[in-house]
């Protein structure tokens, strides 16, 4: 008679796939507040508990079988710890009289085999392999899990909302507390292509507008670039109507003028201008000294 698994053992397993199980084809741990998953752990305790149970049963009554040397072994081995015998059962080598009775009878080279049983290790996670990969493969074929598309939409859409809750509920930035950031600066530059590109050209080069990458501004009312350009984003040109105030006619938010003034302020602080020999515009105004 062979050691059995402890009934706790048995419950961890189960417990373990059922947590997997759902975890595939829920996709996410909100069933853990779910009463049909608690309800499904309190049937599986159960049934490990009735068929330990019955197991003892039966080992009672094979045990009633045995001879006194018979019973005297297994009672050896049944008061040796579970997870001892699991590690002598990995690791623990025949000694010379146990591997003459596994010793195969045949050679080559004077090399002999033996007749060795794989492993229990081994081969609980070779079934544990093959029972995860039928879940995964089931779970695969009739639900989203694991398919990068479904995926890639319910996050986005989570992501979205977020932005959109934290857009709600955060004030635009004012000229008083924006401040430049470099992550603001490839939004500002989407902005910037859907509403100045058309008269500063792409990167700012200028165009019907006048060049930004230069360190000459027609206008000048803040002390540092990135303030300026917000002020003028948001308030418009006095001297050129073409520029409006996208801000007060809101066409563009705090936030927008914010990153929009992060772009200008990368291209023409952080970058070479762009000269007229490069297809620059030419100098607008007077040039400016920046506060830092």
Not at 29 to 55: C, D, E, K, N, R
Not at 94 to 123: A, R
Not at 227 to 245: D, I, L, R, T, Y
Not at 258 to 267: L, T
Request: glycine residues 8%.
């Amino acid at each position: 008679m062979k050691q059995r698994t402890p009934v706790y053992i048995t419950i961890l397993v189960i417990l373990t796939i059922l947590f997997i199980v759902y975890y595939m084809f829920v996709q996410d741990s909100s069933f853990m507040s779910s009463p049909y998953f608690w309800g499904t752990v309190v049937i599986a305790v159960i049934l490990s508990m009735i068929h330990s149970a019955i197991g003892d049963l039966i080992e009672n009554d094979q045990f009633k079988k045995l001879t006194a040397e018979g019973k005297t072994e297994y009672l050896a081995v049944k008061q040796k710890p579970y997870f001892k015998g699991l590690y002598e059962s990995a690791f623990k080598k025949q000694s010379v009289t146990e591997e003459k009775d596994i010793l195969i009878d045949h050679g080559f080279d004077g090399i002999m085999e033996l007749d060795n049983q794989l492993p229990k290790w081994w081969l609980g996670l070779f079934w544990f392999g093959v029972a995860y990969c039928v879940v995964y493969m089931i779970s695969y074929w009739t639900t989203d899990f694991a398919h990068q598309g479904p995926e890639y939409d319910r996050e986005y859409i989570a992501q979205t909302a977020s932005i959109d809750e934290y857009m709600k509920n955060t004030p635009p930035p004012t000229i008083e507390n924006a401040a430049f950031s470099p992550d603001n600066i490839a939004a500002g530059e989407e902005v910037f292509k859907t509403n100045c590109v058309s008269c500063h050209s792409d990167g700012g080069k200028g165009g019907i507008g006048p060049n930004l990458t230069d360190n000459n501004w027609i206008n000048q009312p803040e002390k540092t670039l990135f303030k300026n350009v917000f002020h003028v984003v948001e308030n418009g040109s006095p001297n050129n109507p073409a520029m409006q105030a996208f801000g007060k006619n809101g066409v563009l938010t705090g936030f927008d003028i914010q990153n929009v003034a992060a772009y200008v302020y990368h291209i023409n602080q952080e970058q070479s201008p762009i000269t007229p020999a490069q297809g620059g515009a030419a100098p607008q105004g007077t040039t400016a000294n920046w506060e830092k």
